[in-house]
């Protein structure tokens, strides 16, 4: 039988170019480390797909074996696992994000 939530996480990373793991949605985050991730993501302009992981007990223990990283969120981009909200925070304090995502073809609303 198939491993059905990495069935589901191995999808959302291939057909959506940003996909972000998170506790609750982009509108009512259930944790600050998200709320974090989501606002960094807003104030950039990127378009990304949320996977709310309270909702899905299944895709929240799949998601931390299938990237080998602990905490939620974790930020996918282009299919690579980029990292959690702190990495994110310091790629962004660093202004290593932009580039990082115009590398990988990621259009920026607010750019």
């Known amino acids: 039988m198939p491993d059905l939530p990495h069935d589901r996480i191995s999808s959302d990373i291939a057909s959506n170019d940003?996909?972000?793991?998170?506790?609750?949605?982009?509108?009512?985050?259930?944790?600050?480390?998200?709320?974090?991730?989501?606002?960094?993501?807003?104030?950039?302009?990127?378009?990304?797909?949320?996977?709310?992981?309270?909702?899905d007990p299944e895709v929240r223990q799949a998601i931390k074996e299938f990237s080998n990283w602990p905490t939620i969120p974790q930020l996918y981009v282009k299919g690579e696992f980029v990292g959690g909200c702190d990495i994110i925070r310091e790629m962004y304090e660093a202004d290593e994000i932009r580039p990082f995502l115009a590398e990988k073809g990621v259009a920026l609303e607010n750019a």
């Open 18 to 55: 940003v996909v972000l793991y998170m506790k609750g949605t982009p509108v009512f985050p259930q944790c600050g480390f998200s709320a974090a991730t989501v606002q960094i993501l807003s104030n950039l302009g990127v378009k990304f797909k949320a996977v709310d992981v309270l909702k």
